[in-house]
């Protein structure tokens, strides 16, 4: 249903470019001896036919990875806006992986306009990379060749199982670099957990080629 949830999150964001909504700053949760750690806490309101309010309370703890289990974790209070009071609590870090990656697939649709997009790359292969190349698989279904970096290899190669298997006629290329993929995709996802730019420059990429920056701290100011 990766259509569908595009579409819900159009409608957001247009209700949003109405100012029916109110979406105060996130809150970071930081620990002095965990840089790599965090907890988020995102509050929101949206109007338009959806009328709702709640907060996201969302972590992400990297190494959780080196114990088996999800890095990311959510969980979502949604209330009324008639009385205030809690009226549902949800698991949340699936709602949010889909999100992110219909929002960036909705973005990759629109900066395209229509245009044909052959190759994908993917520096990061973690999970919400691996939801954005599947949703950018229902917008641009001729896209048959994905370009994957991590610095991780092992997780570069089962990364590359679990994208063929979205479909036969998927290629999968590992690239050596990060240079490599900007080089050779035109629609480009970055996803990465870097605590610091680990991308100085942007000449490689081809002409016309667009960025999809999800996470924070990947390209250099300049």
């Known amino acids: ?22 979406l105060p700053h996130s809150t970071f949760l930081r620990f002095p001896d965990q840089p790599r750690d965090r907890i988020i806490a995102l509050p929101a309101y949206l109007g338009g036919a959806c009328r709702i309010a709640g907060v996201k309370w969302g972590s992400s703890f990297p190494e959780n990875l080196q114990l088996g289990i999800d890095r990311a974790s959510a969980v979502v209070i949604l209330n009324s806006t008639q009385t205030g009071q809690p009226e549902a609590v949800l698991e949340g870090s699936v709602i949010s992986a889909k999100r992110t990656a219909a929002s960036a697939a909705l973005a990759a649709q629109c900066l395209f306009e229509g245009t044909k997009v052959s190759r994908v790359g993917l520096i990061g292969c973690g999970l919400i990379n691996f939801e954005i190349a599947r949703f950018l698989r229902a917008v641009f279904p001729e896209a048959q060749t994905y370009v994957l970096f ?14 063929q298997k979205l479909s036969d006629e998927v290629e999968v290329e590992i690239a050596k670099d990060v240079e490599s993929v900007l080089r050779r995709a035109s629609l480009i996802s970055i996803a990465t ?30």
């Open 193 to 222: 957990t870097a605590l610091k730019p680990h991308i100085g420059g942007l000449r490689e990429c081809p002409e016309g080629a667009a960025i999809l920056h999800i996470s924070l701290r990947d390209l250099s100011p300049d």
């Open 150 to 163: 991590d610095e991780d290899e092992a997780r570069a190669q089962q990364f590359q199982k679990r994208i």
């Open 1 to 22: 249903r990766e259509l569908e949830l595009i579409q819900a999150v159009r409608t957001a964001y247009e209700t949003h470019g109405d100012g029916d909504s109110s």
